[in-house]
């Protein structure tokens, strides 16, 4: 078994196990909140930079019919299906996610190693380079399975009008560790693939998200029969009441159910831990909520204009920082709500949103409309809305100025303070059919959101312990949470109840062991020495 632990200022003979256990709400009359703060940049953090491709500059390294796998032109009829499916699905959510892909197998067999071409390099290593072709395609993402390369990096890329593109590099068996991932976006209909190393690595490709519309939306150009991006739309950056780090918490996403691929919107929240940075991530259940499907997440980060009004300033988005996959931890259908924690770390200069679990009236929201560059839309609340939402469960909105459209949905609706209120369902009218938004019928229609303070029964725990839970066998918390103020009395409870990458703060003592674990934790004495099991 392998074994891990980080240990600070304490005396730890020890080791972990355990599974997150699901957790009760800490019962008090204390009003919790946060508000916005910023990501700092982390100095001492080193990004990972891709190698640079050898194969592009190697003759033969891709020869078509050889080790490049051409998929084909998708049908009419494909597509066609993919809408219907799409409408079909969406059909009780108005606009609903956009569609922007829908997955294609790799026919007619799985792509390896063995479809690639190898040739020596220095230092006994040798280099296998594959390609895949999905004509029409505005981006690609790869979906990897039985994932095992050892010490081999692998990479993959793909040209752009900003330049080449490089995701990577991926080794061992990938980022979980259990063999199977989903790369971010690549742009364009062709994506190449290259790995180094010593030994022949093995994985399986069997599938690809194809792009069949713009993932980022840009102009809002759309082959379907659906509205087009409205140009009624407000620039985030051209309105100064918009807190900063609401706007920064705001990321583009897609992902794929198995059989299409979406657009929506969600929020990256603050929490009550000052001392870490924990990526929590709100959006609407009806965008995605199983673990399967956050598994395929690519959320974008910082797509908006650099200057006020300038289109010509928003950055090319597969150039844009981005976050793939995280860990589902609750769903809400009451009011709509998905909360989760994303993979990987986040870059410098995102926010972090603030929140209040009392009642607060939203004054406007941030979004992706369409999955195109950062918009905002002001609210007005309104005493009387959507007749079929529970009023406790959901708040209805006037939009004053600006709009949401498909892509919207998920995203924050924020006070004045720029605490989160909600997150967005979508729009109803008593008039119109929703279906028939326009710049001039705005005035027909209710923004409806799910109520944060509804939200906050279920997920208030997470945003309590932040990235750290704490450990006192005197505590008389009647229901230990392992909060500051109610912490676990055991470190075996604490431990079982942890995630990776948790750092658990113990109050000085004696704690008997062994202890088993299979998870890389960080141990932190309080108010002197800890020591974790006995000496040998």
């Known amino acids: 078994m392998r074994t891990y632990a980080r240990i600070l200022a304490a005396a730890l003979l020890a080791t972990v196990t355990g599974t997150l256990a699901s957790?009760?709400?800490?019962?008090?009359?204390?009003?919790?909140?946060?508000?916005?703060?910023?990501?700092?940049?982390?100095?001492?953090?080193?990004?990972?930079?891709?190698?640079?491709?050898?194969?592009?500059?190697?003759?033969?390294?891709?020869?078509?019919?050889?080790?490049?796998?051409?998929?084909?032109?998708?049908?009419?009829?494909?597509?066609?299906?993919?809408?219907?499916?799409?409408?079909?699905?969406?059909?009780?959510?108005?606009?609903?996610?956009?569609?922007?892909?829908?997955?294609?197998?790799?026919?007619?067999?799985?792509?390896?190693?063995?479809?690639?071409?190898?040739?020596?390099?220095?230092?006994?290593?040798?280099?296998?380079?594959?390609?895949?072709?999905?004509?029409?395609?505005?981006?690609?993402?790869?979906?990897?399975?039985?994932?095992?390369?050892?010490?081999?990096?692998?990479?993959?890329?793909?040209?752009?009008?900003?330049?080449?593109?490089?995701?990577?590099?991926?080794?061992?068996?990938?980022?979980?560790?259990?063999?199977?991932?989903?790369?971010a976006t690549l742009p364009g209909d062709e994506v190449f693939i290259e790995i180094v190393g010593e030994r022949e690595p093995v994985f399986e490709i069997a599938e690809i998200t194809h792009f069949d519309r713009d993932p980022g939306g840009f102009m809002g150009t759309e082959l379907d029969d659906g509205p087009p991006l409205l140009d009624c739309h407000l620039d985030v950056n051209c309105h100064g009441s918009v807190d900063w780090s609401a706007k920064m918490a705001t990321g583009q996403m897609n992902w794929t159910d198995g059989e299409g691929s979406y657009s929506c919107t969600g929020t990256l929240l603050n929490d009550l831990d000052d001392e870490t940075i924990v990526p929590y991530f709100l959006t609407a259940r009806h965008c995605l909520h199983t673990q399967a499907e956050v598994d395929t997440l690519e959320v974008v980060w910082k797509y908006q204009t650099d200057t006020c009004g300038d289109v010509g300033s928003v950055p090319s988005w597969p150039s844009l920082p981005r976050n793939v996959g995280g860990l589902h931890l609750r769903s809400y259908d009451e009011n709509d709500m998905e909360f989760m924690r994303l993979d990987g770390n986040l870059v410098g200069g995102l926010g972090l949103a603030g929140w209040t679990e009392s009642t607060s009236s939203a004054q406007y929201g941030v979004h992706h409309p369409k999955g195109s560059w950062k918009r905002v839309v002001f609210l007005e609340d309104v005493i009387f809305g959507c007749p079929t939402f529970d009023p406790t469960d959901y708040d209805s909105y006037d939009q004053v100025d600006g709009l949401t459209q498909g892509g919207s949905s998920g995203s924050g609706a924020f006070n004045g303070s720029g605490q989160l209120a909600g997150q967005l369902w979508g729009i109803c009218s008593a008039t119109t059919d929703p279906k028939d938004l326009n710049c001039s019928n705005i005035d027909n229609f209710w923004t409806v959101y799910g109520e944060f303070e509804e939200s906050w029964s279920k997920i208030g725990w997470y945003l309590i312990i932040g990235g750290t839970m704490y450990v006192d066998p005197a505590s008389q918390c009647p229901i230990p949470q392992g909060t500051e103020t109610c912490p676990h009395v055991s470190l075996e409870t604490a431990i079982d109840a942890a995630w990776e990458e948790l750092r658990i703060k113990i109050q000085t003592g004696s704690y008997p062991g062994p202890l088993y674990f299979d998870k890389p934790l960080t141990f932190m004495a309080m108010n002197g020495t800890v020591t974790i099991g006995a000496e040998p």
């Open 23 to 183: 957790q009760g709400q800490q019962q008090d009359a204390e009003i919790h909140e946060a508000f916005p703060m910023l990501v700092p940049v982390d100095p001492a953090a080193v990004a990972v930079v891709p190698s640079a491709p050898l194969g592009i500059e190697m003759a033969d390294a891709f020869q078509p019919g050889i080790n490049v796998r051409d998929l084909g032109e998708l049908s009419f009829e494909a597509i066609a299906e993919a809408d219907r499916r799409s409408a079909e699905k969406y059909a009780d959510v108005t606009p609903g996610p956009a569609r922007v892909g829908l997955n294609r197998a790799i026919e007619p067999s799985p792509l390896t190693t063995h479809d690639a071409l190898v040739a020596e390099l220095d230092d006994n290593e040798n280099i296998w380079t594959l390609a895949i072709q999905s004509p029409g395609a505005y981006g690609i993402r790869l979906h990897f399975a039985g994932f095992d390369v050892g010490d081999a990096s692998v990479i993959v890329y793909a040209d752009a009008p900003a330049g080449l593109i490089v995701r990577g590099p991926y080794t061992g068996s990938g980022a979980d560790g259990d063999g199977d991932f989903w790369t």
